[in-house]
């Protein structure tokens, strides 16, 4: 019976008992409407979901996944429609009336308190005595859901101590000392090592088992064909598509996330990498916080190679990328580029050296959201626009017109507010940006973070591009997906350090999660 269909049967006339054991499913969500302002978030949303199943939801950005999602957590009330949990109509005003009936939500960004214990974060909200909490009792129940699921974590230790996977165990745990039956897990492989994904589908495989549903949301493709038993495609606030997991594929998953037929890309090794052209040699640089962050780094990318650089976030990838490109000085050590030496600190020095910069966070380094389009596609290079001490703004509308046109661009112009494009175009604007002038190398981090299908296609294409142009392309990233369909050699960073280094046609996912887990290089 698919979701339509139940969702068609007739609600029970009021003050009649409701009997959730008539129902096959333990959550149903009937003709979800949500609409913010002038914008449609859900439309007709119907979705189900069986006891014991992961269902994976699937979308581009904007395809209102989340929005579905906090309405079933009662972070937002519908504009209409009905929720039946167990067969029974529920209408919450608060995460507070979810939780009372056995839903948990673990977002992307944890809700923990750094400073407080893992116990104490675990009961904070939940109930207890009448006047303290029984913190002994609260204790030999949590270490019994540990047992029971797998997920060992000292509940004395303080939350900012543990890793991000230890961090997402309590985030779980708190839903499950709560007794949820019914988990929602918002892009929980975001931030997590191999091995923690690992261990993550492990514990959810367990939840299964013993009768919990778990919906996943996530953009991974790989990783919801291995852990999701049914898959739900939501298109512009819709159900567009919904496939037993047995039944479809990742290339079918990834059409019907973007409504068409995306081209087959190859991911080929480049055969015909030049010389040297970014040569990173014993750099050392502080993080915010005046601790080495990164320790000694030095790697060498030829013209027309990618190096793709993978860990997980928070082991120095940041510094060093801002240290190549001169926004942080390093303690030590040289960078290159076509065997001359630019001076650290200096991010003029940088772009005139031929180098491209593609930073993680668009919205706040990438671009100035307050400019219109045109002025952000010459933030990095508006010298060569001037004229007798002028910026030569016919020039600079016929530059952005061409790279609107040429990159694809949809906005209402190049008049327009950079903060009216969606972040696949804001994308866009700093690829046009970068890539045009044809540099000698590009430092590219996180270059898809946040992007959905089609726009990761179409980024993974132009990085491509300027590759095969002769750019030396430094490519960080914490996605592995990513790192190995686009790197010629795959390097990994852990606290710091260059774990090890190798062919990505020479190595395996299981040897980069050993090193990005810290276990040292097997690899000459």
């Known amino acids: 019976m698919q979701a339509a269909e139940l969702c068609e049967k007739k609600t029970p006339p009021a003050g009649s008992p409701s009997d959730g054991r008539n129902s096959p499913f333990v959550v149903e969500m009937c003709s979800i409407r949500k609409t913010f302002l002038d914008v449609t978030a859900s439309s007709d949303v119907n979705f189900t979901l069986r006891e014991g199943e992961i269902c994976a939801l699937l979308g581009e950005n904007g395809a209102g996944k989340t929005t579905l999602m906090n309405i079933l957590f009662g972070y937002y009330a519908a504009d209409g429609g009905e929720i039946r949990i167990r067969g029974e109509k529920v209408s919450f005003s608060s995460p507070g009336d979810a939780i009372a009936r056995g839903i948990g939500m673990v977002h992307q960004h944890f809700t923990l308190v750094p ?32 047992e029971r699921f797998g997920l060992s974590v000292d509940p004395d230790a303080p939350v900012w101590t543990l890793p991000i996977g230890g961090q997402q165990k309590v985030e779980i745990l708190k839903s499950l000392y709560r007794n949820a039956r019914i988990l929602i897990l918002d892009e929980p492989t975001a931030v997590l090592a191999p091995l923690e994904t690992k261990d993550l589908f492990s514990t959810l495989k367990t939840l299964a088992a013993e009768g919990c549903s778990v919906i996943f949301i996530s953009h991974k493709l790989r990783e919801v064909m291995g852990i999701a038993d049914r898959v739900v495609v939501l298109a512009k606030g819709a159900v567009a598509a919904e496939r037993d997991i047995s039944g479809t594929s990742e290339r079918e998953l990834a059409n019907l996330m973007v409504g ?150 949809k906005t ?6 950079a903060r009216t494009l969606s972040g696949g175009n804001l994308q866009k604007i700093i690829i046009a940006r970068e890539l045009s002038g044809a540099p000698r190398a590009v430092v590219a981090a996180q270059p898809t973070r946040g992007l959905d299908v089609g726009a990761i296609e179409y980024v993974h294409g132009r990085i491509l591009e300027a590759r095969n142009n002769g750019a030396a392309i430094l490519l960080i990233s914490e996605d592995l997906d990513e790192i190995f369909q686009l790197s010629d050699r795959v390097a990994v960073m ?6 090890g280094i190798a062919g990505r046609d020479e190595t395996s996912r299981e040897q980069v999660g050993l090193w990005m887990s810290g276990v040292e290089s097997t690899c000459a």
């Open 115 to 146: 400073s407080q214990t893992v116990l104490e974060n675990v009961v904070v909200g939940s109930s207890g005595g009448r006047f303290f909490l029984d913190l002994s009792a609260a204790r030999k129940k949590l270490l019994a859901l540990q």
């Open 260 to 409: 068409r037929e995306l081209p087959e890309r190859r991911y080929q090794s480049v055969k015909r990498a030049g010389n040297t052209m970014l040569e990173i040699s014993g750099l050392t640089v502080k993080n915010d916080r005046n601790l080495h962050a990164v320790r000694d780094v030095s790697l060498k990318i030829a013209s027309g190679e990618i190096l793709g650089l993978a860990g997980v976030s928070g082991n120095g990838q940041r510094e060093l990328a801002e240290a190549l490109f001169g926004l942080r000085s390093p303690v030590s050590g040289s960078v290159s580029v076509d065997g001359k030496q630019i001076p650290t600190a200096n991010p003029r020095a940088a772009i005139a050296s031929g180098m491209g910069r593609i930073p993680e966070d668009r919205m706040t380094t990438g671009l100035l959201l307050e400019l219109s389009v045109e002025d952000n596609m010459i933030l990095e290079n508006h010298c060569r626009f001037r004229k007798t001490g002028m910026l030569d703004r016919p020039s600079v509308g016929k530059h952005a017109d061409r790279l609107i046109d040429e990159f694809g661009i």
């Open 412 to 417: 209402d112009g190049r008049y327009a507010e």
């Open 494 to 499: 852990y606290e710091g350090r260059i774990m």
